[in-house]
């Protein structure tokens, strides 16, 4: 009944759910949220500080401390591969020479799409440099198999735009990836719900990764523990294996022998 | 003596000579958890005490928020 733990860059984790730290009403909700979705690794945004303005405001990483959460710095908001390497480098400094990041390089501001020519170059120059890039991607199973080639230690393709909720619009190119994939598969963007997240997990993938879900859920602290149960049902099914689809014939669940008589 | 640097987009001006440890320092920002740039390389941080700014650098001070 055991299951492997989910191994990134060699490190294993109990929970197969990552999430965002983004667009909670405060850092209260923020680490309830987080709490109760059992998630270990967190993601978050690397920014200016607000010059004079937050002298004695408490630090998102005194509410998420490194030492109980492995901090995975991303590069939302980067363009250009440029962007993103610097953004890395600034974030390796921060978090005293972490080096698992996640790579995003966007390449249009209304669907935020990721420009994979980009995002290609910069996993190149990170790999070199020692990173250990887990990389979001389109879902086409080429580029995803590129990033893997490169180096990278997870391919995260999206399941429908970042923010959308739409879910997984696309389940038949994620199995594709998952099929060929020798690193882990995060799906990453698009979840919407619970069933959402089932539905990844069901296809095999070693993990989800989300944000919007549950900081914009109308109870975000009990939308983390529904992700949570979510990816462990989707998981223990896919371990489980469904059972055949048989469309055009029904298979009664109950003896067809034995049945009382009709009277008269 | 003052340098003038731009200091996360924004023109600053501080007395010289600064090093980053007084930059951190007079921008309160003490203890916390920040990585800076100068003109787009890393300064690490154990090189605040020596490292001075000079005119016309590029400072960004990056901080980890929010995000997904």
Known sequence: ?264 | MAIHVHLNGAPREFPAPLTFSQLVETLELEGKRLAIERNGEIVPRTRFPEERLSDGDRIEVVIAVGGG
């Open chain 1, 1 to 264: 009944m055991g299951d492997a733990r989910l191994v990134v860059a060699g490190k294993a984790y109990d929970s197969r759910l990552l999430v965002g730290t983004g667009k909670y009403r405060d850092f209260d909700e923020t680490r309830r949220a987080i709490e109760a979705s059992g998630a270990q690794i967190v993601t978050v945004a690397i920014r200016r500080t607000n010059i004079g303005q937050n002298a004695g405001e408490p630090n998102l990483l005194d509410v998420l401390p490194p030492s109980r959460y492995t901090i995975l710095p991303n590069t939302a908001g980067c363009y250009t591969a440029q962007d993103a390497v610097r953004t890395l480098r600034l974030a390796r400094e921060l978090l005293d020479g972490h080096s698992l990041v996640k790579l995003e390089v966007l390449g249009d501001a209304k669907t935020l799409y990721p420009h994979m020519p980009e995002t290609l170059e910069a996993a190149r120059t990170l790999v070199a440099e020692g990173f250990q890039v887990m990389a979001y991607c389109n879902d086409d199973p080429i580029m995803a198999k590129q990033l893997e080639e490169l180096g990278c230690v997870a391919v995260m393709p999206l399941a429908s735009l970042i923010g959308s909720g739409m879910g997984i619009v696309n389940p038949y190119n994620l199995q594709i990836i998952i099929d060929h994939a020798r690193v882990p598969v995060l799906v990453d963007a698009g979840i919407g719900t619970a069933s959402d997240a089932a539905i990844a997990m069901e296809l095999g993938c070693d993990g989800v990764l989300m944000n919007t879900a549950i900081a914009k859920a109308r109870d975000p602290v009990r939308m983390g523990r529904a992700m949570k149960l979510a990816v462990e049902a989707g998981r223990e099914a896919f371990l489980a294996g469904r059972m055949a689809r048989k469309p055009y014939e029904a298979s009664a669940s109950s003896p067809e022998a034995g049945l009382i008589q009709k009277t008269g």
